[in-house]
């Protein structure tokens, strides 16, 4: 496997690992400058040349993973029989230098409704590192046309065109997805928010709409969804960072988009030690 499909399937799988890649090289050593190796919590692929080099970045990309804010970092190996090595002896002769470079689990979000603010949204989040969900039940919103304004994303964008039960998708979303409701139909929105809070391991519930909209959901989840208030308490809604008053659609999107990334960063603030 190459380097750059184990590094998608680390992604794919929402798994963290490290890209480890021969820097320089002075002399002789057992792999040129550019070799690369991928290392998993439990697996590795590719090689920067095996023996001490690589046993040792391994074991060190693995102390990077379980750490809670890893930094890129350059490790320097002499290969010379006076050097003590953990992993034995390489006598190349050379001087190599080995970069490490954390891969985290980016995060997931879930857009329900890709309309004239969820398209805005879609738009501003996709620079951003993150596994990308558009969700919409009319086929029109989501045409290869409309979307191509999303063509140069950073982010991997999946689309999900649901004309019946957009809140299925719900069950095949990442663990701790971020999901923002914003659909055409409030009955819909009604639903969405119902299943959301039934869906384990979700992160953020966010809804667009207003104080009256979100006062006749409440009673709804209340009386006919039997959902405890504590539970209810999870759905952030207005959306948006607060004292933003625009209406314009771009204004939505690009305060909707602070007050999640402000959500991923008091996320990291909480896993650290």
């Known amino acids: 496997m190459s380097w750059v499909s184990a590094v998608a399937r680390l992604r794919a799988r929402r798994e963290p690992g490290v890209l480890v890649t021969v820097a320089t090289v002075r002399g002789h050593a057992p792999r040129r400058a550019g070799a690369k190796l991928v290392v998993g919590r439990e697996e590795s692929w590719g090689s920067i040349g095996g023996g001490n080099i690589e046993a040792v970045a391994i074991d060190r990309a693995r102390e990077l993973i379980d750490a809670a804010e890893p930094e890129p970092e350059l490790m320097e190996f002499a290969l010379n029989d006076k050097v003590g090595n953990a992993h034995g002896v390489q006598c190349c002769g050379g001087v190599v230098s080995v970069l490490l470079e954390p891969l985290p689990v980016v995060p997931a979000v879930a857009v329900f409704g890709v309309g004239h603010v969820g398209l805005e949204l ?5 620079r951003h590192s993150l596994d990308l969900h558009l969700v ?3 086929p029109e919103m989501l045409t290869d046309e409309r979307l191509a304004v999303l063509a140069d994303a950073v982010a991997q964008v999946r689309v999900h065109h649901t ?10 979303l990442p663990p701790g997805a971020h999901v923002l409701i914003m659909t055409h139909d409030h009955a819909e929105d009604a639903a969405l928010v119902d299943a959301a809070l039934r869906t384990s391991g979700l992160g953020s519930i966010g809804l667009i709409g207003s104080s009256a909209k979100w006062a006749r959901f409440r009673r709804r989840l209340a009386t006919e969804g039997g959902h405890e208030e504590a539970e209810i308490d999870r759905v952030r809604t207005p959306i948006g960072m607060p004292g933003i008053t625009g209406k314009e659609p771009a204004t939505i999107a690009v305060s909707v988009a602070a007050d999640l990334l402000r959500t991923f960063e008091e996320e990291r603030a ?4």
Not at 122 to 126: E, G, K
Not at 163 to 172: M, Q
Request: glycine fraction near 0%; charge should be negative.
């Open 136 to 138: 919409d039940s009319r």
């Open 163 to 172: 004309p019946l039960l957009p809140e299925e998708v719900l069950a095949e």
């Open 122 to 126: 879609a738009r501003v989040l996709t």
């Open 270 to 273: 909480a896993e650290s030690p």
